[in-house]
């Protein structure tokens, strides 16, 4: 089966730290710029972090810019979004996509996508 898949989200306390995973099956994410996006209650998704095909191109929402960081680890076929010092307002299901643009170039959204998979939620909370 072709999936991305999510995980690690929970529930986090407001100056804390999660990590959230984006693993492949099926097929090899060297060949795609990997986005996570952020769907908030009662919102549509928006994007929150963009890593390029090599890793050399990366872009942060302001909202989250000082506090996230996007990775890749080729070994493991995996792309982590690292939630540090997380908000209330980062609360909501977190997905990630995979889209054939080599270079990220300060988007956080794309006009196609060859993947995306079904989110993990996060809970922000005290």
């Known amino acids: 089966q072709l999936q991305l898949v999510e995980s690690g989200g929970g529930l986090v306390q407001p100056g804390g730290s999660l990590r959230l995973s984006c693993a492949a099956s099926?097929?090899?994410?060297?060949?795609?710029?990997i986005l996570w996006f952020q769907q908030a209650p009662g919102k549509e998704p928006e994007g929150v972090s963009c890593?390029?095909?090599?890793?050399?191109?990366?872009n942060y929402a302001d909202s989250v810019k000082g506090r996230f960081k996007i990775f890749r680890d080729s070994a493991k076929n995996t792309v982590y979004l690292q939630m540090n010092s997380p908000q209330s307002e980062d609360t909501g299901v977190y997905s990630c996509?995979?889209?054939?643009?080599?270079?990220?170039?300060?988007?956080?959204?794309?006009?196609?996508?060859?993947?995306w998979g079904q989110g993990t939620r996060v809970t922000v909370s005290s």
């Open positions: 996509a995979a889209t054939e643009y080599s270079a990220c170039s300060g988007r956080l959204s794309f006009d196609k996508y060859a993947y």
């Open positions: 890593v390029s095909v090599t890793g050399g191109s990366i």
């Open positions: 099926g097929f090899s994410l060297d060949y795609y710029s």
